[in-house]
Each structure stands twice: as structure tokens, then as C-alpha cells.
């Protein structure tokens, strides 16, 4: 069965890190895009790192240059780096898996098979 579990939320005040990870089992993780999403109290699912089975990511403006996505296919883990971290990046964090992206590489809808999520507060 597949299973992907987030950990490294916290909390972060403006301008600092943090690094989340997705362990993944119960698949062959090689041959699954992974994605990194967040989503804050009354907004809409978004994408923030992605990496493609290729190694291809994509990253939206509003994180680029700041969150960067690596996967360790021996580990069968994902990470995301987050720095320069702002109020507005807090959120609950989750990764997700699929074998195929109908909606693109970034999008929710592309992806049906979730963790759990990683609370990520950032605040003085």
C-alpha cells in the first residue's frame, strides 16, 4: 500500500528555514512524479515544488528562489527546503505521488495519493 509521511513542520520566524520531508514506501518511487502542496485556512490547494520522475521541477513565482524540491530515489524520500520564509507561506504542507500527471506537473488534480500533512507556521 502506499504511503507517503511528512515531517519538519514547525515553526519558523520571517526569513529562516526549514526542511520538510516526504518518506514514501509501498511503491516503486521511481516511477512517481512527487510533488510538495500547502494549503492555508479558506484557500484552494496550490503547488509549491515539484519533481517530475526526469528530475524536472517546477516551481511557482511566489516560491522561486526560495523553496527548492530534491529527491533521494535510494531513500525514497523528498524534501523540501524552505528559506527566506514569509508570514504568508504558513500553511499545512502535504507531498503527494502519481504515476501520471493529467493536469500537470504541479497541480493538484494531477496527484491522488496523499500524506497526511506538516503544519508550517511562520510569525515573529
Known amino acids: 500500500q502506499l504511503h507517503l509521511v511528512e515531517s519538519g513542520g514547525g515553526w519558523a520566524q520571517p526569513g529562516g528555514s526549514l526542511r520538510l520531508s516526504c518518506a514514501a514506501s509501498?511503491?516503486?518511487?521511481?516511477?512517481?512524479?512527487i510533488g510538495w502542496f500547502r494549503q492555508a485556512p479558506g484557500t484552494e490547494r496550490e503547488g509549491v515544488s515539484c519533481v517530475a520522475i526526469d528530475g524536472r521541477t517546477y516551481s511557482p513565482d511566489s516560491v522561486e528562489g526560495r523553496f527548492s524540491i530534491s529527491r533521494d530515489n535510494v531513500e525514497n524520500t523528498v524534501y523540501l527546503q524552505m528559506n527566506a520564509l514569509k508570514p504568508d507561506d504558513t500553511a499545512v504542507y502535504y507531498c503527494?505521488?502519481?504515476?501520471?500527471?493529467?493536469?500537470?506537473?504541479?497541480?493538484?488534480?494531477?496527484?491522488?495519493?496523499w500524506g497526511q500533512g506538516t503544519q508550517v507556521t511562520v510569525s515573529t
Open positions: 509501498g511503491f516503486t518511487f521511481n516511477n512517481y512524479h
Open positions: 503527494a505521488a502519481s504515476p501520471t500527471l493529467l493536469f500537470g506537473l504541479c497541480k493538484p488534480n494531477s496527484y491522488n495519493n
